[in-house]
C-alpha cells in the first residue's frame, strides 16, 4: 500500500497539480493501520511538496484556508471541477464563480421544467391601459 502510494506520488510529481487539490490530499490524508507514526509523517511530507506554501500574512492564510473548505465543502461536484481548473483563484473569485453557476444551473433546471410542462404557474397581473396613465403616455 505504502509503495503504490510513493509511486503515485512520483507520477503525479511530474505534472503540476492544482495547488486547492494538494492541500486537500494534505489535510485528509489519515495514518493508515499498517502505518507507524514516522511513517505517517514521512507521507504527510510529500504530500506537502506539491502544495504552494508562500510567507503570508495570517488574513491571506485565513482565505485561503476558507478557499479550499469552500471548494472541498461544496455539495456539487460540478461546480467543484469548474472551481479546480483555475489555478489561481482566490476566495471571492471562488465564491463569485460558484455562486454563478449555481444560478445558472437552478435558472437551467427551470428552463428544462417550462419545457416539458412541469413549469410552475406565477400569475402575472393584468395592466388595465384605463387604469394605469402611464400606459397612454407610450
Known amino acids: 500500500m505504502i509503495l503504490l502510494l510513493l509511486r503515485w506520488a512520483s507520477c503525479m510529481k511530474k505534472k503540476k497539480r492544482n495547488n486547492v487539490f494538494s492541500r486537500h490530499l494534505l489535510v ?3 495514518q493508515v ?3 507507524n507514526v514516522l511513517e505517517y ?3 504527510l511530507q510529500l504530500l506537502a511538496k506539491d502544495c504552494t506554501f508562500v510567507d503570508v ?3 491571506t492564510y485565513r482565505d485561503e ?3 479550499d473548505s469552500f471548494i472541498n465543502g461544496l455539495k456539487n ?4 471541477q469548474r472551481l479546480l481548473e483555475k489555478d489561481d483563484i482566490d ?3 471562488a465564491a463569485d464563480l460558484a455562486d454563478s453557476l ?3 444551473q437552478l435558472q437551467s433546471d427551470s428552463m428544462s421544467r417550462v419545457a416539458t410542462g412541469h413549469s410552475l404557474t406565477t400569475s402575472v397581473p393584468r395592466v388595465d391601459p384605463d387604469q394605469n396613465p402611464e400606459a397612454n403616455n407610450s
Do not use: D, K, V
Open 28 to 30: 485528509s490524508r489519515r
Open 33 to 35: 493501520n499498517e502505518q
Open 41 to 43: 509523517l514521512r507521507a
Open 57 to 59: 500574512r495570517a488574513r
Open 65 to 67: 484556508l476558507m478557499r
Open 77 to 80: 461536484p460540478s461546480i467543484r
Open 91 to 93: 476566495l471571492q473569485r
Open 102 to 104: 449555481e444560478r445558472a
